[in-house]
């Protein structure tokens, strides 16, 4: 065999095939012979064209390979949001959850580009997240509010993992705590030592002791304190002299709550004698009883509605009692025998109990019972029930995203919207009154959505079984 002879035979044994001369087709006739090509193969099912394929590359040289594999990449890779309409790209991000949208931001410079543009997405993702939004969607920058919801991030897993919070203590008292009142920044305190003190929380120093009756409930302003007592009367105090300015005698039963408008130049009180009482706040008389309650009345509420409602109009004041059993609403009078504008019950034969501590923003009234949260909406009366994990929780404050509930040495945070809860804090043994009033939550604004600045102040306060009162604020961001 010659050499060139074994080098073609080789070279056969190699490729499978000999080198046989290729004879070009005409244009014309290769683009009839590949119009039949493409009629023969439509006709074909699935398992006959991947059987053709399969053929078509296995005789497929080096190059008809690497153009098969540019086609490939084109189809299977192609961009779609770069190659849709913008409006199109931001309404498909709509349908995006916040995880989702953060991955396709590292995509590629493109797709981050436009992902981050969508500001419906992106508000959608700081709603649910629970952010603060004043304004409507069309009115923010899409990167604008990306930011502000990887801040709102941190915020929520702060919360999660307990690290937004911390806790300190005050001591002075030498008796059992049974009353809290905050209010911006401060917190006073009443206790069986026959004392009220006023303490500053950021910096846990001790600003007013005054001597007092016993301590049931408290209100503060800058100028005064309103003490209500197990004595069965209440007490203005001066903060600057410590001196009583007033007294107000007329309950035959203990005084569980208090609360006054220097507006109306009014107080009202809530007793064990199953009485609310309306008061001159400057000279002490008493304006009215209101009678009706069956049991002892634990909270009152003098407030401003903000809501036009079937028994009051927006701006003016409300007066709310509640037992046990029943919340009612009185009308601001001096009538004799006035009945209630309005009786809200939870269960007709009282097998339901109504739960410290009852909530009035202007616009509704919530309250804790023992299967969960009530809230009636004080323009038209609906009642809406937001159910909770735990039995017989303790409300502390209500928000429209969030609530703060206190049960069983924890305090939660949980989102009234989905009923998930957010945080779960360990709390200490403390000692907590039937009526709530030894517990108290701090600034309760962050309840209506979390703000894009350092939350700081009070979260939640609680007298201890060693006289000290326990506070837990939030924690300082250090970078």
Not at 465 to 472: A, K, N, R, T
Request: aromatic share 10%; charged share 25%; proline share 3%.
């Amino acid at each position: 065999m010659h050499g060139t002879d074994l080098h073609v035979a080789t070279d056969a044994g190699v490729t499978g095939r000999s080198h046989q001369p290729r004879r070009m087709k005409e244009a014309n006739e290769f683009k009839s012979w590949l119009s039949q090509l493409s009629r023969d193969f439509s006709d074909l099912d699935d398992k006959q064209r991947n059987e053709t394929l399969d053929l078509l590359i296995a005789t497929s040289g080096a190059s008809q390979l690497s153009h098969l594999s540019t086609k490939l990449e084109t189809l299977l890779k192609r961009d779609f949001l770069r190659l849709l309409p913008l409006e199109l790209s931001f309404y498909l991000c709509t349908f995006l959850d916040p995880k989702t949208l953060l991955r396709c931001c590292v995509v590629s410079k493109q797709w981050n580009k436009v992902v981050s543009g969508c500001s419906q997405a992106w508000y959608a993702a700081c709603w649910q997240i629970g952010l603060r939004m004043d304004c409507d969607e069309k009115s923010q920058d899409g990167p604008l509010l990306k930011h502000s919801y990887l801040r709102a991030i941190s915020r929520h897993r702060d919360l999660e993992d307990g690290t937004a919070f911390e806790s300190t203590s005050l001591y002075g008292h030498s008796a059992r705590v049974y009353a809290l009142y905050y209010s911006e920044g401060k917190l006073a305190t009443g206790s069986d030592d026959l004392s009220v003190r006023l303490w500053d929380v950021q910096t846990g120093k001790c600003l007013h002791v005054i001597e007092t009756h016993t301590c049931a409930d408290l209100k503060f302003d800058k100028d005064k304190v309103v003490t209500a007592s197990f004595d069965n009367t209440l007490a203005c105090w001066d903060w600057a002299t410590g001196q009583r300015a007033q007294v107000f005698v007329g309950h035959v039963g203990a005084v569980f709550s208090v609360d006054y408008s220097d507006e109306l130049q009014l107080l009202a009180s809530g007793s064990a004698d199953g009485t609310v009482n309306l008061w001159a706040l400057n000279t002490g008389e008493c304006y009215n009883v209101f009678r009706g309650h069956t049991e002892w009345v634990t909270r009152v509420i003098l407030r401003k509605c903000q809501v036009d409602s079937v028994v009051h109009r927006a701006g003016e004041y409300v007066l709310i009692s509640m037992d046990r059993n029943e919340i009612k609403i009185w009308p601001i009078s001096t009538e004799v025998n006035c009945k209630p504008l309005r009786t809200l019950a939870v269960s007709e034969d009282k097998s339901i109990s109504l739960l410290p501590r009852l909530q009035f923003d202007g616009r509704g009234i919530v309250c804790a019972s023992d299967i969960g949260i009530y809230l009636w909406d004080f323009a038209t009366f609906e009642l809406r029930i937001i159910p909770t994990k735990q039995c017989s929780p303790a409300l502390l404050g209500f928000g429209t995203v969030f609530s703060l509930i206190y049960h069983w040495q924890h305090l939660y945070v949980m989102d009234v919207r989905t009923q998930r809860y957010i945080c779960k804090y360990p709390l200490p043994v403390i000692r907590k009154s039937k009526r709530g009033s030894s517990i108290i939550a701090g600034d309760c604004d962050w309840l209506d959505g979390f703000e894009l600045n350092e939350k700081l102040g009070l979260v939640f306060a609680t007298s201890m079984p060693d006289h000290s009162i326990f506070l837990i604020r939030w924690r300082k961001n250090d970078t």
